[in-house]
Nanobody, 116 residues
C-alpha cells in the first residue's frame, strides 16, 4: 500500500504563490510517476503536472510557465510550486502516484482558493 499526504494549500490573492507538498510512504518502489491533479466544483478532475522518477515533466497547457513540479526522491516527496495564480486555479488539488504495475494511489486533497 501507498500513503500520500498533501500539504500547502490555502487562500491566496490573484497573482500570488503557493507551494504544495506531497509525501509518499509505503510500498513506493523506485520507478513511478508522481503528479498533481485538480478538481474544481462541477468539473472533472484534470491532470495538472506530472514528473517521472528521472525528472521528466509535463504540464497541462493552462499552467505552463506558472507552475513547476519537482521531486526529492530521497524524501519520496513531490512539490508543486504555483506562481501567478489565477481565480480559475481554484480547486481541490490531489497528489497521485502511479506505479509501473498500473496501480494509482491518491492523496486526500488540499484546497487551493485564489481570490480576485
Amino acid at each position: 500500500q501507498v500513503q500520500l499526504v498533501e500539504s500547502g494549500g490555502g487562500l491566496v490573492q490573484a497573482g500570488g504563490s503557493l507551494r504544495l507538498s506531497c509525501a509518499a510512504s509505503g510500498s513506493i518502489f523506485r520507478l513511478n510517476v508522481m503528479g498533481w491533479y485538480r478538481q474544481a466544483p462541477g468539473k472533472q478532475r484534470e491532470s495538472v503536472a506530472a514528473i517521472t522518477n528521472s525528472g521528466t515533466t509535463n504540464y497541462v497547457e493552462s499552467v505552463k510557465g506558472r507552475f513547476t513540479i519537482s521531486r526529492d526522491n530521497s524524501k519520496n516527496t513531490v512539490y508543486l510550486q504555483m506562481n501567478s495564480l489565477k481565480p480559475e486555479d481554484t480547486a481541490v488539488y490531489y497528489c497521485a502516484l502511479d506505479r509501473t504495475t498500473g496501480s494509482r494511489y491518491w492523496g486526500q486533497g488540499t484546497q487551493v482558493t485564489v481570490s480576485s
